[in-house]
Structures are given as structure tokens and as C-alpha cells.
């Protein structure tokens, strides 16, 4: 009689799903293998604290809005990107920009509409050396690099500035324009005024203009609003006066009203 032994296969091993990473800020539930918190921008491995002001950084800007660069490699596209561009002409990986101990270059990605410098089409794959006040054309987008001193600032960038700006946010590098009502501040591209540093939250803090009065009120940022030194409490609110220094998390802006055309303070 034949015996017929018989096996039994192992269970197959389940899949094991990667547990989420709670931020200790915030409490946030992140995705797995996330660096920073998406609500907060708190670093995911770090302890909470106080956050300790970072080193004036290279930063490119159209003008409007500006995008701090880290050192080493900083991908500009529409998809996964450090500088993110919305500019349908912009390529998903466009291309790379450089920083390091001997300044900035720029390498085109083979992007489907090109990258020019100063009007010069960049060859696919070659990375070229990217000056301060130099202006960089990724598509239809155009930027102009800053350096860490200000060199190239957004002031000498060729742009038609909002009509209706009443007031300004100004530092190092960085212009934003405040109209009249409320302006919405925070790392989150939905934001009126976005500021890509991780440390911002998403939704950080508004500015509001009625007529000649200005505040800016938390709206509850992890790393915290200061008015010259003095930190805003979550959820208050407080007057901003001509030359006031606001700092959202690490990056500090002036407050400044715009400047009246003598024809218009005459109506």
C-alpha cells in the first residue's frame, strides 16, 4: 500500500501594511516614511522645542512669491518637486538646481519646453553656472536668483506688481503683496501668501486691512507667529504697525504699507 504523504503549504505571509507616523506636535497622522508633518511642517524625527533660526539661504523668486533653496539639489517641476511651478509649460521633472560651496547651477531635465537662461536655451543634461539677479526661464515660468545677502532681491525683477497692494510683507529675498480685506499665510499651496518652509504650517496665520488699521491673527501654526520678538498666541490677534517684524516659525518679514501716489492722497 502506498502511502501518500501529503503537505500542507505554509500560510502565505499578509502583507504588512507600514504604520503611519504621528506628529508629536500637532498630532497629525502622516503617511508612512514622511520627513515633515503635512499639517504643521514639524520634522517628523526631531523633538519639540524651539525652533532655532536657520542660516540665510540661496532663494528664488518671480516677484511675488519665493522659494528657499537647501543645499545640494533642489528639483524644480510640477510633480514631487522643491520649487513647484503650476505653469502648465512646466515639465513634471523640469530641472535641477544646484547649490553649493561654490554657488548655484542649473540643469535642464529634458523638460518638453526648455530652460533658458537670460534667453540662452540650456543643452538637456549640462549643468550652468546660475548667478544672483540672473533671471531662469523654465517654460513660461520665470525666476530670478537671490543670494543669501539679498544680491538679485525681488525689487529688481521685472514684473507688473498688483494694483491693488495697500501694504507689503518684505525681507531678505522676499515680497509679498497684502490687499485690502484678509490674507490667508501659510506653507499650503491654497494659501494667498505661501511660504515653502517646512517649519510654516499650513495654514499659519491671516493678515487683515480695513482702511488704515492692519492685524494679523495665528490660526493655529505649531512653530508659532511673532510681532518683534513677542509671540502671538493661537487664535489671537494683534495690531500691526509701519516696520513691525513678523516672523511665521523661522523666516522673519517686515510689515510695511505701500507707498501713495501723491495724485491719489489728493482725492
Same mark, same amino acid.
Given at each position: 500500500?502506498?502511502? $501518500? ?7 502565505? /505571509? ?8 504621528? &506628529? ?15 499639517? &504643521? ?8 522645542? /524651539? ?14 512669491? $519665493?522659494? !528657499? ?14 520649487? !513647484? ?11 535641477? *538646481? $544646484?547649490? +553649493? ?30 548667478? #544672483? ?42 515680497? !509679498? ?5 484678509? $490674507?490667508? *499665510?501659510? @506653507?499650503? #499651496? +491654497? ?19 480695513? +482702511? ?14 511673532? *510681532? ?17 517684524? *513678523? ?6 518679514? @517686515? ?13
Amino acid at each position: 500500500m502506498n502511502e $501518500t504523504t501529503q503537505q500542507i503549504a505554509p500560510a502565505a /505571509e499578509k502583507t504588512q501594511a507600514m504604520a503611519g507616523i504621528e &506628529c508629536p506636535v500637532c498630532q497629525t497622522a502622516n503617511v508612512p516614511l514622511s520627513v515633515w508633518c503635512a499639517e &504643521c511642517g514639524f520634522r517628523l524625527d526631531s523633538t519639540p522645542g /524651539e525652533v532655532s533660526v536657520s542660516e540665510p539661504r540661496y532663494s528664488v523668486t518671480d516677484g511675488q512669491q $519665493t522659494v !528657499f533653496l537647501k543645499p545640494g539639489e533642489n528639483v524644480v517641476g510640477r510633480l514631487n518637486a522643491d520649487v !513647484f511651478l503650476s505653469d502648465p509649460s512646466v515639465s513634471r521633472r523640469h530641472a535641477v *538646481i $544646484t547649490v +553649493g560651496d561654490d554657488g548655484v547651477t542649473v540643469r535642464d531635465e529634458n523638460s518638453a519646453n526648455g530652460t533658458r537662461l537670460d534667453g540662452q536655451t540650456l543643452t538637456a543634461g549640462e549643468a550652468h553656472e546660475w548667478k #544672483p539677479g540672473r533671471t531662469v526661464e523654465f517654460g513660461s515660468a520665470r525666476l530670478k536668483l537671490v543670494s543669501p545677502e539679498g544680491e538679485g532681491a525681488a525689487e529688481d525683477i521685472e514684473v507688473a506688481q498688483p494694483v491693488d497692494a495697500v501694504a507689503w510683507l518684505r525681507g531678505a529675498g522676499m515680497e !509679498f503683496p497684502l490687499k485690502e480685506g484678509s $490674507t490667508s *499665510i501659510g @506653507r499650503r #499651496p +491654497g494659501n494667498e501668501i505661501v511660504i515653502p518652509d517646512p517649519y510654516v504650517s499650513g495654514s499659519h496665520a491671516t493678515i487683515t486691512i480695513e +482702511g488704515d488699521t492692519a492685524s494679523i491673527t495665528d490660526t493655529g501654526s505649531a512653530n508659532g507667529t511673532y *510681532i518683534n520678538d513677542a509671540r502671538l498666541e493661537a487664535g489671537n490677534s494683534a495690531a500691526l504697525s509701519e516696520g513691525d517684524t *513678523i516672523r511665521f516659525a523661522r523666516v522673519d518679514l @517686515r510689515f510695511e504699507w505701500a507707498v501713495q501716489d501723491e495724485d491719489e492722497s489728493e482725492i
